[in-house]
């Protein structure tokens, strides 16, 4: 007898363990879908702290405010942490990969598209901007790539690149330092990874993304100091008759430098400008 009341039992808190795990995961709310969630994305070897001070701007002068960490580990499982208040007018999520080091697009895309889909699954986020910093533009590029027809997901409507790696990488693709934007906006030069890209431009949704494309051009040298500004300049190519608008803005100065760039208060100011003015 005790050993069927104790079947029993188990069988009763196991259908509550179901009950419970299944209502958790939708937290949604009509302000969660009407929202557009802003997510900022770290470059390579980056960290929970690389993007915080454009964040904190955000905060400070643009009432946003963080609701939510992804952390994606390496196999792509994310993890949501924090609490999306429903009140939040314009919510920001710091998206973490542990695995920093990797170069693989597909990858690093992938990751980011898991990210969204638990977004929309658990928060029914309908709509997306983001903030990518160095090699996080390559996830955002390539998720687009990929995954831009796909209307079951998020959407993306606003893009701040930074210091974007878009058609090539000094020492990984050979890339001359004399590669230039033509008069034509086409690079001289062009990558493996970018004649890849212009194959799958179709994906990216025709006058649906507002793209602001930063850069640094670090002691008048062209580039940087890791990645040329005509690699960085190249999105203008890849999206000329997809964007709903395009436009670059270069900064210089010590703060020009490619890291730096994510901390400059002026491009803090220009990617905040860009983000929370009215669309026309």
């Known amino acids: 007898m005790k050993k069927h009341l104790w079947f029993l039992l188990a069988g009763i808190l196991a259908a509550a363990a179901i009950v419970i795990f299944a209502a958790t995961p939708r937290q949604t709310t009509a302000a969660h879908e009407q929202a557009p969630v802003t997510l900022y994305l770290h470059g390579h070897f980056g960290n929970a702290h690389s993007m915080q001070a454009l964040m904190t701007r955000a905060e400070q002068v643009d009432n946003a405010q963080q609701v939510l960490t992804a952390t994606v580990d390496p196999h792509g499982h994310v993890t949501f942490t924090g609490h999306w208040l429903a009140r939040v007018r314009r919510p920001l999520v710091k998206v973490v990969f542990q695995d920093n080091r990797t170069l693989n697009y597909d990858l690093i895309s992938d990751w980011l598209h898991n990210v969204l889909v638990g977004l929309r699954a658990r928060y029914g986020v309908k709509k997306f901007n983001i903030v990518a910093h160095s090699l996080g533009n390559a996830a955002v590029l390539y998720y687009e790539l990929r995954y831009g027809k796909d209307r079951q997901l998020p959407q993306l409507q606003r893009y701040a690149a930074i210091a974007g790696n878009f058609d090539g990488i000094p020492g990984m693709h050979m890339q001359p330092r004399n590669n230039r934007i033509q008069r034509s906006g086409q690079p001289r030069f062009l990558a493996p990874d970018f004649r890849r890209a212009m194959l799958d431009r179709d994906s990216i949704p025709a006058g649906q993304i507002d793209f602001l494309n930063i850069y640094g051009d670090w002691d008048d040298t062209g580039s940087d100091g890791r990645i040329f500004n005509a690699s960085s300049r190249a999105l203008g190519w890849l999206v000329a008759g997809r964007a709903r608008s395009y436009r670059e803005a270069k ?27 009215a669309r026309k």
């Open 251 to 277: 900064f210089t100065g010590a703060q020009a430098q490619h890291s730096q760039l994510r901390t400059n208060p002026k491009v803090a100011r220009t990617v905040d400008e860009f983000l929370w003015k």
